[in-house]
C-alpha cells in the first residue's frame, strides 16, 4: 500500500473538515470498495433473482461464488505477497521495463494451475451437475485467481482509484449478465457472475500493460534462485488460510452445515452472522490507513533516511521515538473506532437481524464474529508494520500461529456446543493479536540495534 499516503496527506494538510472528511472516505473506498462492491453484486443478483429462480439455485449460485471466492484466495496466496515484494524491488532499482513481462509470467502460472485445479474438481467432483455449470465453476476459479493477482499488482503500482473503478464495472456487468441468464436458472447465474469477472479481469490487464514499459512479452525472472522471499509464500497461504479456517471447519461438520451443490457445503447458523459481521470493518480499514499510511509512514521515512544518510544519534534516536508514538496512537485508533463500532452493532443488531428477517438467537454469535471482524483491523495494522520493518519471520510466525488456533478452537467450541460458536475465530484473533503486539514493543525496543548491527 505504499504510495496511498501520499493523496491522503494532501487531504489532511487542508486542516478542514471537508478534507478531514474527503481523507478518511478515500481511504473507506480504497480499503473496502471493491470489497463492498462484491458483496453488493452478489446480493443483489440473489434478490433480484428472486422472482424467477427457486431459492434453493439461488443459494447454490451463492455458495458457488463464495467457494470460487474462498478457493482462489488460498490458490494464489502463495505468490500475492512475494511476487508484490519483487515487484516492489525493481521499482527500488529502476528496472520497470522488467515488472510487465513477469506479470504476464506470473499469470501464466496462476491461469494454468488453477484451470488445472478447476478442470480436475468439476470432473471429479460435480458428477450430477449440468456441462454448463462445470465450464462456468473452472471459469470462474481462473478468472478470480487472476483477479487476485491483478488486485495486488495494481495496489503495488499506486492504481488505487483505477482498482475501485474497474470492480464497479466488472461486478456491473456481472449483476447485469446475471439478471440476462436468469432464465437458465442457477447456471445462468453463475455464467453472468464469471463473465463480469472477465471483464474486470481484462480491465486490469489493460490497466498493466498501458501503465508499465516493457521489452519483452513474457518472462519469469522472478522464479530465478533467490529472487522472492520463502518466508513470503507461506505468509500469503497461511494468512488466507487463517482467515477461512474457521468457516471451513464449519463447512466440513454435518451437524452444522448442509450439502448445497456437489460437496460444496454451507452452515447457515455460522455463515451468516460471520457474513454481516466483516461489513462492521469498514470504520477500521479507513481509520488504519490514515493512520498507518500518513503519521506512521512518515516518520518512518524521515528515520531510515537518517540511517542512510548519516543523521546524528540524537536525531535518530528522537525520530525513532516519534515513529514509535505514531505506531501506539495509529493502533489506539483503530481500536478505539473499532469498539465504537462493537457498540453500535450490539446496539442495532435485533432491527438489522428483524429487517433482514433473521432470528434474535443469531445475535450471540454475531456480536463475537464482529469482535473477532475488529481485532482482524488490529492484525492487519500490526502485520502492516513489520512489513514495513521487513520483519517477515515475525510475520510468518504470527500467521502460521493464526491458522493452528482458529483450526483448534474452532474444532474445541464445535465440540462444545452452540453456545461456544464463535469463541473459536475471536480467541484466535485476539492471542495472535497480543503476541503481535508483544512481538512489535521487543522489537521497537531494539530497532536501533537491529538498524545498524545485523544489516
Do not use: C
Amino acid at each position: 500500500m505504499a504510495g496511498i499516503g501520499f493523496e491522503l496527506r494532501k487531504l489532511l494538510r487542508r486542516d478542514s473538515f471537508a478534507g478531514l472528511f474527503k481523507a478518511y472516505a478515500y481511504a473507506g473506498i480504497i480499503s473496502s470498495g471493491p470489497w463492498v462492491l462484491s458483496i453488493l453484486g452478489i446480493l443483489v443478483i440473489g434478490l433480484v433473482s428472486a422472482v424467477t429462480v427457486p431459492d434453493r439455485q439461488i443459494t447454490q449460485f451463492q455458495v458457488s461464488v463464495t467457494y470460487l471466492i474462498m478457493l482462489s484466495l488460498v490458490l494464489t496466496g502463495p505468490i500475492q505477497l512475494s511476487f508484490t515484494r519483487w515487484v516492489a524491488d525493481r521499482l527500488f532499482e529502476k528496472r520497470q521495463a522488467m515488472i510487465a513481462p513477469n506479470f504476464l509470467g506470473a499469470l501464466l502460472i496462476v491461469v494454468v494451475g488453477s484451470g488445472l485445479l478447476g478442470l480436475l474438481a468439476v470432473a471429479t467432483l460435480f458428477p450430477g451437475q449440468s456441462n454448463l455449470f462445470r465450464v462456468s465453476f473452472a471459469s470462474g476459479l481462473v478468472v478470480m485467481s487472476g483477479i487476485w493477482l491483478a488486485t495486488i499488482f495494481l495496489s503495488g503500482m499506486k492504481q488505487y482509484k483505477t482498482i475501485v473503478a474497474l470492480f464497479g464495472l466488472g461486478y456491473g456487468v456481472s449483476v447485469t449478465g446475471a439478471l440476462l441468464l436468469r432464465g437458465l436458472g442457477m447456471e445462468g447465474l453463475l455464467l453472468g457472475f464469471v463473465v463480469g469477472q472477465f471483464v474486470l479481469l481484462a480491465g486490469m490487464l489493460v490497466m498493466v500493460l498501458r501503465t508499465l514499459p516493457t521489452e519483452r512479452l513474457i518472462a519469469f525472472d522472478f522464479l530465478q534462485r533467490g529472487a522472492m522471499f520463502t518466508s513470503l509464500v507461506w505468509v500469503g497461504l497461511f494468512y488466507n488460510l487463517g482467515v477461512w479456517a474457521d468457516k471451513l471447519v464449519f463447512w466440513a461438520a454435518p451437524e452444522v452445515s448442509q450439502a448445497i451443490i456437489g460437496p460444496l457445503r454451507a452452515s447457515v447458523i455460522y455463515d451468516i452472522p460471520a457474513f454481516l459481521a466483516y461489513l462492521a470493518i469498514i470504520p477500521g480499514m479507513a481509520v488504519f490507513l490514515v493512520r498507518i499510511e500518513t503519521d506512521f509512514v512518515e516518520y518512518y521515512e524521515r528515520f531510515y533516511d537518517a540511517v542512510r544518510e548519516g543523521g546524528s544519534l540524537g536525531n535518530i534516536q528522537r525520530l525513532r521515538d516519534e515513529m514509535v508514538f505514531t505506531i501506539r496512537q495509529g493502533l489506539y485508533e483503530i481500536l478505539k473506532i473499532q469498539g465504537i463500532t462493537v457498540l453500535l452493532v450490539i446496539l442495532a443488531a435485533p432491527r438489522v437481524l428483524d429487517w433482514l428477517g433473521i432470528s434474535h438467537l443469531y445475535l450471540p454469535l454475531l456480536y463475537l464474529d464482529v469482535v473477532a471482524a475488529s481485532l482482524q483491523v488490529v492484525l492487519l495494522g500490526l502485520l502492516n508494520i513489520f512489513f514495513y520493518l521487513d520483519r517477515r519471520r515475525v510475520v510468518f510466525g504470527l500467521t502460521a500461529l493464526l491458522l493452528v488456533l482458529n483450526v483448534g478452537l474452532s474444532l474445541i467450541t464445535l465440540q462444545l456446543g452452540a453456545s461456544f460458536y464463535g469463541y473459536g475465530v475471536a480467541l484466535a484473533m485476539m492471542v495472535t493479536v497480543f503476541v503481535a503486539m508483544l512481538a512489535l514493543e521487543s522489537k521497537l525496543h531494539r530497532l536501533e540495534y537491529e538498524t545498524f548491527m545485523l544489516q
